[in-house]
């Protein structure tokens, strides 16, 4: 269940429908699926918990790698079953496993009741009607990408209320050879930065205090629709909407990372010293086989410049081990980048093997308990400098922004400083009186408790 609504969602009078929703993947899609919410809430459909005995099922799923399809069919599954038993009238299934299988989806899994592509999401109330109409034509809506992106206002979101996630272009133009997403997401397309803006504004006003910037290529913002990137310039321009404390950039490709950007980041009062910026690997053998058009000595400098430049700056990065033709000296070199540069944050995914993207026909693809087994080395290297990090906190001070109570316990809570992006890093333990979730409280760090920090409040919440 959504725990706040935007501004513009009224509460219909005479529900239409009763419906369940499940949002999967990414939080470019958790936007996605906050937009059907608000079409579907403005339409006069009543969103519940629980989708026994609702009118219909939405599974808004995801289709990136073998692991997340498997979730998406599980979701998918779980919702036919209650079809079947009579307790759910309906399923309808959306987003990037949508796009990606389309028909075939519809083949092997027939109960479905209807389709809906990623670009056809602003569809979701006809096909609502249709289903619960009993018109079986026109079961699949798929659109092709449009020349913008879609709008993304009139959000009923899921997301706690002081935080919220802000789309500022859809598609990608990179053509990683692991990389299925183009194919699901398009070509990338610049959202116009007054639109950028008016919504950032919306959702400062609606209680929002931190703005987590989300793109499947962050650092080329603008290119298309502008000529070159805009980032900068639009880092500027959220640092003066009222409201916002937080600011934070995720999915930033390290090319087209320029100077300005870096200065803008530096110098914003808003923007956190967070940057996300997914690296993939450090050996050049692997980096031209991915195709991912970033030597290692570029990236390398750039990491370095990032830290000179950027005060108290918190990095995080994901790598993939296993990719066709990895040896033991390119997953050595990537060991040896990890261990210099002492990323604060990293995620490690062993390569997944899609069959429409051209890693796939790459030669020399190795077995899964090497993917495994270089990927636990990594991490356990990587458990090691987190550990350490955590450790080198304790006795500073730092904001701490209030998520949620711990359950059962009074005074304590957990939250995040400004290193940790919400869903994907770690949290910090508060211990404080008076607080409440929202709030940004200045505490003190006491302890660690394996990656998490443990907090005390010294200070007034604001």
Known sequence: ??????????????????????????????????????????????????????????????????????????????????????????????????????????????????????????????????????????????????????????????????FAYLKISEGCDRLCTFCAIPKMRGKHATKPIEEVIAEAKQLAADGVRELVVVAQDTTYYGMDLYGEPRLAELIHKLDEVEGLEWVRLMYLYPMYFSDDVIDAIAQSKKVVPYIDMPLQHASDAMLKRMQRRVASGPTRELVQKLRDRIPNLVLRTTFITGFPGETDADFAELCDFVEEFRFERLGVFTYSLEPDTPAARLPNHLPEEIKEQRRDELMAIQQRLAFEWADAQIGKQMDVLIDNPVPGERAAWIGRTAADAPDVDCVAYVTGEGLQPGDIVPCEVVARNDYDLVTVAVGEPR
């Not at 969602?9 to 929703?21: C, E, V």
């Not at 609502?128 to 092709?144: H, S, T």
């Open 1 to 162: 269940m959504p725990t706040n609504f935007t501004n513009d969602i009224r509460q219909a009078d005479q529900a239409k429908g009763r419906y369940a929703f499940i949002s999967l993947g990414c939080p470019k899609n958790t936007v996605d699926s906050e937009r059907m919410l608000g079409l579907l809430q403005l339409d006069g459909y009543e969103l519940v918990a629980d989708p026994e005995g609702a009118d219909f099922a939405i599974v808004n799923t995801c289709g990136f790698i073998e692991a997340a399809r498997n979730e998406s069919f599980a979701s998918i599954d779980e919702m036919i079953e209650l079809k079947k038993a009579g307790k759910l009238r309906g399923v309808i299934v959306s987003g990037c496993l949508a796009e990606r299988q389309k028909e075939l989806l519809l083949e092997h899994r027939p109960e479905i009741d209807h389709l809906v592509g990623v670009f056809g999401r602003d569809e979701v109330t006809k096909v609502a009607d249709r289903l619960l109409g009993g018109l079986e034509e026109q079961r699949l809506v798929f659109k092709p990408a449009p020349a913008r992106p879609l709008h993304d206002d009139q959000r009923l979101r899921i997301t706690p209320g002081h």
